[in-house]
């Protein structure tokens, strides 16, 4: 299965979207179809944490203080299924491999796998 999870609204995810090929992908855009608990616990298992999952940049991390709260793997996965600007994007899912984020070093491993 091929998968990508983005927002349309994101620059950056655009920009990867048009870098790698992503015609066999099904897509889904997180703010018009939020990702539903057995989407996000399939990303669990693939990645092994919430916390990776999880958009530390996000605004509401700083209205909601969460550097000066302890946060549990629960609280990550609550704050994802209730907000989608908590998840980190884009997230590609290539069969049993998951690509979270925008970091170079990310696209270029999900370049090399879709090679």
Known sequence: MKKVYFLKT??????ILKE???DDFVR??????PVNS????????LSGSYKA???TRARLCKTLD??????????YKKYILEEYTFLK???????????????AKVVAALKL???
Do not use: W, Y
């Open 53 to 55: 999952l999880f958009n």
């Open 10 to 15: 994101c620059d950056t995810c655009q920009r």
């Open 66 to 75: 969460l550097k000066n709260k302890k946060v549990t793997e629960a609280d």
């Open 20 to 22: 790698v090929p992503t």
């Open 89 to 103: 994007r884009p997230v590609f899912i290539v069969d049993t491999a998951i690509f979270i984020g925008n970091s």
């Open 113 to 115: 796998e879709l090679t």
């Open 28 to 33: 889904q855009e997180i703010k018009s179809t």
């Open 38 to 45: 057995a989407q996000l616990e399939e990303m669990h298992q």
